[in-house]
């Protein structure tokens, strides 16, 4: 895994070299601004790629209509008659500058930064004397930088230290389990709002522009519902039951508040720069009342057949 850890740790170095050493700020406490730096950072660089995912998925809302034409055009099972919609579908989305590929990046770098910062404080925290990263130092960061860093604090935490540590490691770093829960546990409830609040959103964006035509998009949308409690849970779960250190929630504070107003902000301006199409508007609310009809009639043959069976006289039993 230090693929993961040892370019997080270089970030957060290369942060703190510009606060404690550049600036002359004081090193503990610079290790602070480089984690918000860090934040800051990833996901400045990720910004274009997340426009372009936003972008691109307005493009394949506008486009539905179209595409459900052609679905109607070539309906055939045969499969020259697939591989012709296949054909049409990608000159279609081509035509107008979808790329499927813009909505993999993102997703490919947030969970490694992720899982990268949560490994690296882990390993710094760990009593295992293999490791003892305070003496023999940690990827990139030296025994001094580590030690810096495990006396940098928020509210008089260090910023290494979580709940479900042991005694040992409370007193190594010279803080306690109570205090570290009263630094933790409102930022969990800052995460979970901020995390919640983007659920929400999304949630609503996407109820607006659902397939109705689509099984898979129905599904996937009941499927979301299910994900909110545990969205709203999980930060509690990782701050209070889990390993979540001081520092790991203040990137997940930072990071899920960047998400809110950024997917809100990006929602907006494609709002005005590429609005829904009447066309697609129209269609969408189409499907929505075809949709509707045909569960009132598959209701309405559950219950004549249900009623055929009840008023069918039973046959004679066999002697």
Same mark, same amino acid.
């Given at each position: ?24 700020? #004081?090193?503990?406490?610079?290790? &602070?601004?480089? /984690?918000?730096? +860090?934040?800051?950072?990833? %996901?400045? @660089? ?55 590929? #813009?909505?993999?990046?993102?997703? &490919?770098?947030? /969970?490694?930064? +992720?899982?990268?910062?949560? %490994?690296? @404080? ?67 409830? +800052? ?74 902000? +990006? ?53």
């Amino acid at each position: 895994m230090k693929i993961v850890e040892y370019p997080v740790a270089l970030f957060l170095k290369a942060w703190h070299y510009l606060f404690a050493d550049i600036f002359g700020w #004081d090193a503990a406490q610079s290790w &602070l601004l480089a /984690l918000i730096l +860090l934040i800051v950072t990833v %996901r400045g @660089l990720l910004l274009p790629f997340v426009y372009r995912q936003s972008y691109s998925s307005r493009i394949l809302v506008n486009i539905r209509p179209k595409v459900y034409r052609l679905e109607q055009e070539y309906s055939g099972k045969d499969p020259e008659t697939r591989k012709e919609l296949a054909r049409k579908r990608r000159e279609l989305q081509k035509e107008h500058e979808y790329r499927f590929s #813009d909505g993999c990046i993102p997703a &490919l770098v947030q /969970l490694p930064v +992720l899982l990268g910062l949560y %490994r690296m @404080l882990i390993h710094v925290t760990s009593p295992d004397p293999e490791v003892k990263a305070a003496v023999n130092g940690f990827g990139p960061l030296n025994a001094e930088e580590v030690q810096s860093l495990l006396s940098a604090k928020l509210f008089g935490v260090p910023l290494a230290a979580y709940v479900q540590m042991s005694d040992e490691q409370f007193a190594e770093i010279h803080t306690t389990m109570e205090q570290v829960f009263w630094v933790v546990f409102p930022m969990a409830i +800052l995460a979970a709002i901020f995390t919640t609040s983007n659920w929400a959103y999304s949630m609503y964006r996407n109820y607006r522009t659902v397939d109705h035509n689509s099984v898979l998009a129905r599904g996937l949308l009941k499927m979301m519902w299910l994900i909110g409690p545990v969205v709203l849970i999980a930060p509690f779960t990782i701050a209070l039951g889990a390993v979540g250190p001081v520092a790991l929630m203040i990137y997940w504070v930072g990071n899920n508040l960047w998400t809110t107003t950024q997917t809100i902000t +990006l929602q907006r301006h494609l709002d005005r720069k590429l609005p829904y199409t009447e066309e697609f508007l129209e269609h969408h609310q189409k499907m929505k009342v075809n949709l509707i009809e045909r569960k009132k009639d598959k209701k309405a043959g559950r219950k004549a057949k249900k009623r055929a069976t009840a008023d069918s006289p039973e046959e004679p039993a066999e002697s």
